[in-house]
């Protein structure tokens, strides 16, 4: 009874023990399983990552500009017509030389195609700017990309050229102040609405995603604007940047690393009105996002000379925003007429600089603050040459809007970026 008792407790309990291993047998394999469609589901999305990855990438080219003198054309007037004979052979003996160049070197599978933008003159000589297109790289790579360029065309240049005999001296690799749109134009007549890609270094700086000011870019990680724009709001985490025409609809968001207000700022006095933000993430630049040029610390911008402010301020003293990105274009006024009496009266140090006009019409207005004003050379290359800061109001007569001077702050960004 006892023994029959037992083998009958016996039983059940091997029984349950069978059923407990194959369950964990059971489970084993569904775990198995659950992980094996784990890890495929990964590769699979690794794989589509890297192919999007290559795909959003590949399609983005970059462009190199160039420019170099040619020492045996004699300048044409004709050069300055895109669609005259002389242009069109120039171009063509040019962009023949640049093809032969890439071709024959290590950049030939990165190498796409290049195209003559100006020819402009200098004493009776021909200067051409050159703009070569490249198929993507990684970003980072960018400055290893461009010195195997460079170092390809001065190479190049100072050997066979064929029938064009090049100065090297005069070889110039311009990265910055540079549209790739060729000719942008006005798209509304008389009107101050610009085009894609016109102010390609201009950035919205929004604050909860919201616009605040503008911003100007001066690398691919870093941006220049107004100090006053982070009163009482210096947390990096609630700043993004935006690019492109429309507000909108943006053509790329970056999130902020670091803001570096210039520690001489002191709310609500207008001095040292500057900061720069470094991004998370660099930029990759494409056609209609850019970097503008750094005058050098002792460069003097004339008083009267032409010079661009670009924004989304209000169109008024307290009117109502654009979504399109606005520009007024307008001189340069020299700090002792801005001083005048009348104008500012002696309230415009050696670091703001005015421009305007003092009948009013065309100004800077609020949300425009930190964004750029730009000067284009003979080259047509455009250099930063203040920052919007502060004025009366706006476009009142006698009150100009008043600019942090860029080429004062020069060693100060250099300190802070290293640009
Ligand atoms: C502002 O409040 C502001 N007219 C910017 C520029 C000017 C005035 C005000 C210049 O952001």
Redesign the pocket.
């Known amino acids: 009874m006892a023994k029959g008792q037992l083998q009958r407790q016996e039983q059940p309990w091997t029984i349950l023990q069978n059923r407990t291993e194959l369950d964990r047998n059971m489970k084993l394999t569904r775990s198995g399983k659950i992980a094996l469609i784990i890890l495929v589901v990964i590769i699979v999305a690794a794989v589509i990552g890297v192919i999007v990855y290559f795909v959003v990438y590949g399609k983005t080219p970059f462009y190199y500009h160039i420019s170099f003198k040619l020492t045996n054309v004699e300048y044409d007037n004709k050069f300055g017509k895109p669609y005259s004979q002389e242009y069109i052979d120039l171009n063509e003996r040019i962009v023949s030389l640049m093809n032969k160049t890439f071709q024959a070197s290590k950049m030939r599978r990165q190498y796409v195609i290049s195209h003559v933008a100006k020819v402009r003159e200098d004493n009776g000589k021909t200067i051409v700017d050159v703009v070569l297109k490249f198929k993507s790289c990684y970003n980072n790579n960018a400055a290893i990309f461009r010195d195997r360029a460079r170092n390809i065309l001065l190479q190049k240049l100072i050997g066979d050229t064929g029938s064009l005999c090049i100065d090297s001296s005069s070889f110039q690799l311009s990265g910055c102040g540079r549209r790739t749109i060729l000719s942008p134009g006005n798209k509304i007549a008389g009107g101050l609405d610009s085009a894609e890609g016109e102010w390609p270094w201009q950035a919205s700086l929004q604050q909860n995603n919201i616009h605040r000011?503008g911003a100007t870019l001066i690398s691919n990680s870093w941006l220049l604007t107004a100090a006053?724009c982070f009163v009482n709001a210096k947390d990096p985490r609630q700043w993004s940047v935006t690019f492109g025409l429309l507000l909108s609809d943006s053509k790329l968001k970056q999130s902020v690393k670091n803001i570096i207000v210039h520690e001489k700022y002191r709310y609500p006095a207008h001095d040292y009105d500057i900061a720069v933000i470094n991004l998370s993430k660099p930029v990759l630049y494409t056609t209609t996002i850019r970097k503008v040029c750094l005058p050098e610390a002792n460069y003097n911008f004339p008083p009267n000379s032409d010079v661009v402010v670009t924004g989304w301020?209000s169109r008024k003293t307290d009117g109502t925003s654009p979504d399109v990105l606005q520009k007024g274009i307008m001189k340069i006024i020299d700090n002792v007429t801005c001083n005048k009496k009348e104008v500012y009266n002696g309230t415009i140090t050696n670091g703001m600089l005015c421009a305007?006009f003092l009948e009013g019409r065309v100004?800077?207005?609020?949300?425009?603050?930190g964004g750029p004003l730009v000067s284009s050379d003979s080259r047509g290359i455009w250099f930063l040459v203040g920052i919007?800061?502060?004025?009366?109001?706006?476009?009142l007569p006698n009150?100009?809007?008043?600019y942090t001077r860029v080429t004062y702050y020069r060693n100060w960004i250099a300190s802070k970026t290293g640009l």
């Open positions: 000011c006053h301020g305007g100004d800077a207005c609020q949300g425009d603050s919007v800061s502060w004025g009366d109001e706006c476009a009150k100009p809007g008043v």
